[in-house]
């Protein structure tokens, strides 16, 4: 069972950026893929890209391209995810979560406790 | 993107009571259907893969069914823990998309 937390909340200007971390322990960490979602305050959750750390390579949402970087380091098992030119519709709680299975039918069996992350000027 | 639509948006129940949320996908999605279950201010936790597969731990009371867009999820016996928002999500084709969720309140 893999077990995944996250930094803590950040309160951030429009405009400026956020990185959120998602450190994971248990399981064979290479051999998964991780995503992140965000979930806005009554809303459902939101997929916004993932990344294989066997590949490196992050592959996101149309609606996040050029604004999302996903990273992954490998010898701490620990994934990243970088949000840049904010705005107050980027207010959500940000999720980690570990991939089950791979293309159709994947979902996400385990998941991070989430970051609050604010936009606010 | 395939819009999922949940409904009711909340319902009241009682503990024994047996409860039915539904989920349409805007297209088929065949089986690539999987719920969520997601208690105040506690990350979603996966209930059902696969339309009708309990993921491990979860008790047989809960049992989802449907194919191509109408998807239930039907809990037969609501127990306290279960008063909570489900979630619908598809994994038929990226993105990944969820629905707006169903709230089991307390009558």
């Known amino acids: 069972q893999v077990q995944l937390v996250q930094s803590g909340a950040e309160v951030k200007k429009p405009g400026s950026s956020v990185k959120v971390s998602c450190k994971a322990s248990g399981g064979t960490f290479n051999t998964y893929a991780f995503s992140w979602l965000r979930q806005a305050p009554g809303q459902g959750p939101e997929w916004m890209g993932r990344?294989?750390?066997?590949?490196?390579?992050?592959n996101y949402a149309q609606k996040f391209q050029g604004r999302l970087t996903i990273t992954v380091d490998t010898s701490t098992h620990t994934v990243d995810m970088e949000l840049s030119s904010l705005r107050s519709e980027d207010t959500a709680t940000y999720y980690c979560a570990k991939d089950m299975g791979s293309g159709q039918g994947a979902s996400f069996d385990s998941w991070g406790q989430g970051t609050l992350v604010t936009v606010s000027s | 993107d395939i819009q999922m639509t949940q409904s009711p948006s909340s319902l009241s129940a009682s503990v024994g009571d047996r409860v039915t949320l539904t989920c349409r996908a805007s297209q088929s999605i065949t089986t690539f259907l999987n719920w969520y279950q997601q208690s105040p201010g506690k990350a979603p936790k996966l209930l059902i893969y696969?339309?009708?597969t309990l993921q491990t731990g979860v008790p047989p009371r809960f049992r989802g069914s449907g194919y191509g867009t109408d998807f239930t999820l039907t809990i037969s016996s609501l127990q306290p823990e279960d008063f909570a928002t489900y979630y619908c999500q598809q994994s038929y084709s990226a993105p990944r998309t969820f629905g707006h969720g169903t709230k089991v309140e307390v009558k």
């Open positions: 990344i294989l750390p066997i590949v490196g390579k992050g």
């Open positions: 696969g339309t009708s």
